[in-house]
């Protein structure tokens, strides 16, 4: 841990703590550098389904040795021996939970529950203000559900939340289509996630083989936007418990952003395939498609492209976006052009047998395609696509579909 200057340190968390001051029952700054015995300080919260006492120290550091350890034990013991500290009697104070808080300047191993100083206002909001709103909000969410709102009061909810909602769907447009092109895609806009691990997302997007989940977040407005660098932290934490790889994403309909994990919606598809290292079906065939009129068919992980009057037909189909297979038929004279075109390039790409073509390809973890007994990155690979298969079957297909336009 970096360590920082102690009386910078104690002034900005006093300063975070300053602004919130008036959500607490009780609030008092009662340490000093000189006096050991008691904490940085002491609050209280007595409302409604949330009494706590908290006991707050301030450590420049990045652990707590058995001196801090037994101080903070002695603050506990201090509190339970005589409640007036804290303004409370002691018939109260059995109605109270306490909490022992370490702040420290970056995450560090307290053995307490600790809150780094760039997550304090993020935590002092959680407990302190969107407790209450936490509450309004669900109560309200209840009564939608269960019809219970008059027709005005729906309507005035509805227009509210509108502007949100129609993010959310454009949004949920881009996730949809990912999950409708990537066979091992599958997108859950349930509460599940929230309820396991504690982080409450917009959408979670999986793909079983690769085993990656994508938490994604859809800020409402540009403060929401803004705050998203703050909840990166608590997320980063929460992630450790997931199985298999997780990245958090927001997808930003506002102005466009620098940071690394705030994407447009145009911009996310590519970002779930790079991470994902996965290529769907319909990609695979966009690089063999020919340059004439044709017919595409997609469904589950194939897809179909043909033209019936020149007799060409191609299909790509994969089960898990990692492993295709690519089949053309294709008419004679496509093939022949075909097949003078892979011996003067001199590169193996696939098997001609007559009038059919056949590729099998895997995508390897960095989108590396695998095939022919060669490995090159996405874009060889689709260079060379370009070089001997579409080089030698688009002039072919064209002059055929010419002569059948003239006819």
């Known amino acids: 841990m970096k360590k920082v200057n102690w009386d910078v340190f104690q002034r900005d968390v006093l300063d975070v703590f300053r602004q919130y ?19 940085d300080c002491f609050a209280r919260i007595t409302r409604e389904g949330k009494k706590e006492i908290w006991i707050v120290d301030m450590k420049n550091k990045s652990s707590i040795d058995s001196e801090d350890a037994e101080r903070m034990e002695k603050y506990s013991d201090r509190i339970e021996s005589d409640p007036v500290d804290i303004g409370l009697n002691y018939s109260e104070l059995s109605e109270h939970s306490v909490r022992k808080i370490i702040v420290t300047p970056e995450t560090a191993d307290t053995g307490y529950e600790n809150v780094p100083l760039p997550e ?13 709103t936490d509450k309004v909000v669900r109560d309200v969410a209840k009564l939608m559900n269960k019809g219970q709102l008059s027709q005005e009061q729906a309507r005035l909810l509805y227009r509210s939340v509108e502007q949100y909602q129609n993010g ?40 079983e083989k690769r085993r990656k989940t994508f938490l994604i977040d ?37 102005e466009s952003s620098d940071s690394s994990f705030i994407y447009q919606p145009d911009e996310f598809e590519a970002e779930f395939q790079e991470d994902s290292n996965v290529v769907s079906a319909r990609q695979v065939a966009e690089l063999f498609e020919p340059k004439i009129p044709v017919e595409k068919h997609v469904d589950n992980g194939t897809v179909v492209v043909e033209n019936v009057d020149l007799g060409f037909r191609l299909k790509a189909t994969t089960e898990d976006d990692i492993k295709h297979r690519i089949e053309v038929r294709m008419p004679e004279k496509a ?46 690979f689709s260079s060379s696509v370009q070089t001997v298969f579409c080089s030698g079957v688009n002039p072919a297909l064209a002059k055929l579909n010419n002569g059948f336009n003239e006819t």
């Open 168 to 207: 959310l769907n454009q949004i949920k447009t881009v996730l949809n289509q990912i999950e409708q092109l990537y066979v091992g895609a599958k997108v859950d806009y349930s509460n599940d996630f929230a309820e396991e691990y504690g982080v409450a997302v917009d959408a979670v997007i999986t793909h």
């Open 120 to 132: 304090l206002h993020q935590f002092l909001q959680k407990e302190l203000i969107y407790t209450e």
């Open 218 to 254: 859809v800020p409402y407005n540009e403060a929401a936007l803004q705050e998203l660098e703050d909840k990166m932290n608590v997320v980063r934490d929460r992630l450790k418990q997931v199985e298999g790889e997780v990245f958090y994403a927001a997808v930003n309909r506002f």
């Open 335 to 380: 093939a022949k052009r075909l097949s003078e075109t892979r011996i003067n390039a001199r590169k193996q790409l696939g098997e001609l047998n007559g009038r059919n073509f056949s590729l099998e390809i895997e995508i390897g973890e960095d989108l590396e395609v695998r095939h022919s007994g060669i490995t090159a990155d996405f874009k060889s």
């Open 21 to 39: 001051e008036g959500y607490f029952d009780f609030f008092e700054r009662v340490g000093a550098l000189s006096e050991y015995s008691r904490p």
